[in-house]
């Protein structure tokens, strides 16, 4: 089963079947930018520790980093599970997402007027945040 196929599959229990998304995997990354899609997945407790584990290397391309430490990343969408990384956001052209599950543990700089929403859908994730020349950083 693909990584599209399991969400397809995953969604339409909780939507009663009627969930009519593309079964691909760059539709989950685009539910995670989404509140009703992060609400969603904190509701339903997914994708699951095993998804991320099966679908390790098909999400790595769009940004998503099971059990690694020490990223550095600079100006991108990132979603982490069971992670560390330092983040840095410079470029004022679009607001950011920074997802964070089981554990995760974020520094975010954020400078030039960038704009970073970062979602915590676990509790035990941290988030330290560092903004100079009128950032904004929205951790909720």
């Not at 685009?30 to 997914?46: D, H, M, Q, V």
């Not at 979603?79 to 964070?100: C, D, G, K, Q």
Request: contains cysteine; proline residues 3%; charged residues 20%.
């Amino acid at each position: 089963m693909t990584a599209g196929e399991y969400l397809k599959r995953e969604l339409s229990k909780v939507a009663c079947g009627t969930y009519e998304g593309e079964d691909n995997i760059s539709d989950l990354v685009e539910l995670w930018k989404k509140p009703w899609g992060i609400e969603l997945c904190k509701n339903i407790n997914f994708p699951t520790s095993a998804f991320f584990e099966q679908y390790e290397q098909d999400l790595l391309p769009y940004g998503v980093f099971r059990n690694q430490n020490g990223l550095k990343l600079y100006n991108r969408d990132v979603v982490l599970y069971h992670s560390t990384a330092n983040l840095e956001f410079s470029l004022p052209e679009r607001t950011y997402s920074v997802l964070l599950y089981a554990g995760a543990e974020v520094v975010i700089t954020a400078t030039n007027c960038a704009v970073v929403k970062v979602s915590k859908i676990n509790n035990d994730c941290t988030c330290h945040i560092i903004t100079e020349r009128n950032a904004t950083v929205i951790c909720n």
